[in-house]
C-alpha cells in the first residue's frame, strides 16, 4: 500500500502547481466512519485525517479568497 501511495503522490508532478499541498492521512477510523454514517470530522474530530481534512478545507478557502 504505501508503495502504491508513494507512487500516486509522484504522480502529481504532472500537474505542477494545479494541486493543493495537504496530503490526507489514512486511518483506519475513515472506514469506521462511513460505517458508521459519519463524516471522520465528526467520528474521530482530532484524528489525523480529520486534521488533514480541515487543513485541506483552509487551503481551498484561502485560494477561494484569492481568487
Do not use: H, M
Request: charged share 20%.
Amino acid at each position: 500500500r504505501l508503495a502504491v501511495g508513494a507512487e500516486r503522490l509522484g504522480c502529481l508532478g504532472a500537474f505542477g502547481d494545479r494541486t493543493f499541498s495537504s496530503v490526507i492521512a489514512y486511518s483506519v477510523g475513515i472506514k469506521d466512519s462511513a460505517v458508521s454514517g459519519q463524516s471522520i470530522l465528526d467520528y474521530a474530530a482530532k484524528s489525523a485525517p480529520a486534521k488533514s481534512y480541515r487543513s485541506l478545507a483552509d487551503e481551498i478557502a484561502s485560494y477561494a479568497e484569492a481568487a
